[in-house]
């Protein structure tokens, strides 16, 4: 079956500008999660959504940052007012059951954000 | 705090010995301990995990890792390098209803 895919694959923008950036988790997932890679760094822990319950948002780094989920399915990571220092990969990750800390995430294959 | 650690940046072997990337974790409670591979242009990929039972954990392309609790290390290996192995590996733990901690990871370069 399909794996988690994102969209854009690869976004320039303006400082300043605000950015967009989509995720389609595995059907059936009802876990899901963001995360940011900058240069040469692990993964950084932003948001991650379960089901209908409220989600973790104790890793988004300011205010300009914010995610939706609609349901089990899309979720769009927004970062407003973009710095340079928001360049890194975003990437997105699903599970089976966020509940269930065992369960092994699938991750696509990332946002590359350049802000210049 | 939750961590991982993986004290080399980079691994460097020749193809057909042994391969060995080092990772330790510090958690409260048992530990969930994943390791993921990610090729260049590519996302992560799931290798193996370790929830409970068997120390030795096998996992996908042959790789292997030991959970070792007194030494808090869950260490990947693989008993014999292949060139197309050369990728960044990344450690992560998480305990029961936390987020998943990940390691900076390392960079293999296996030659030929």
């Known amino acids: 079956g399909a794996g988690v895919s994102q969209s854009p694959s690869n976004k320039v923008t303006e400082k300043g500008k605000d950015v967009e950036l989509r995720c389609d988790p595995i059907?059936?997932?009802?876990?899901l999660y963001w995360y940011r890679q900058r240069l040469g760094q692990g993964l950084e822990f932003l948001i991650y959504f379960q089901g209908n319950s409220a989600p973790d948002k104790s890793g988004l780094p300011s205010d300009r940052f914010s995610a939706e989920r609609t349901g089990e399915s899309v979720s769009t990571l927004t970062i407003q007012r973009t710095q340079q220092e928001d360049s890194a990969v975003y990437l997105c990750?699903?599970?089976?059951?966020?509940?269930?800390?065992?369960?092994?995430?699938?991750f696509g294959p990332g946002t590359r954000l350049t802000v210049l | 705090a939750q961590s991982v650690a993986q004290p080399e940046d980079q691994v460097n072997v020749a193809e057909g010995n042994p391969l060995t990337v080092k990772c330790t974790y510090s958690v409260s409670g048992n530990p969930y301990l994943f390791w993921y591979v990610q090729y260049p242009n590519r996302g992560l990929q799931f290798l193996l995990k370790y929830i409970t039972g068997d120390n030795l954990v096998k996992g996908s392309y042959g790789f292997e890792a030991e959970f070792n609790k007194s030494q808090t290390s869950f260490h990947l290996k693989k008993p014999s390098a292949l060139v197309s192995d050369s990728a960044l590996y990344f450690c992560?733990?998480?305990?029961?209803?936390?987020?998943?901690?990940f390691g900076k990871g390392t960079t293999l370069s296996v030659s030929s």
């Open positions: 990750a699903s599970s089976l059951d966020r509940t269930s800390s065992y369960n092994e995430q699938f």
């Open positions: 992560a733990v998480r305990a029961k209803g936390t987020a998943l901690i």
């Open positions: 059907s059936g997932h009802t876990a």
